[in-house]
């Protein structure tokens, strides 16, 4: 998994009931823009270090043409 600053992650929900949970990326602290990354919790407004799991997913809204 590869992210820019500004990207958003996005963690689904496993279960019925639980909730999805998305971070805006910071800083890219692994090497060639890849994990582990300082993100901003949406739901918590926190900023930690996160390495994504397979269940995470990577939206480029920060980059996407106009």
Do not use: N
């Not at 890219?28 to 397979?54: E, K, M």
Request: with cysteine; aromatic share 6%; hydrophobic share 30%.
């Amino acid at each position: 998994m590869q992210a820019q600053v500004g990207d958003r992650i996005v963690i689904h929900a496993h279960h019925y009931g639980d909730v999805t949970r998305d971070c805006q990326v910071l800083e890219i602290v692994g090497p060639d823009g890849g994990p582990p990354y300082r993100v901003r919790w949406s739901d918590r407004d926190h900023d930690s270090l996160f390495t994504p799991g397979s269940d995470a997913v990577v939206e480029h809204l920060a980059h996407k043409s106009r």
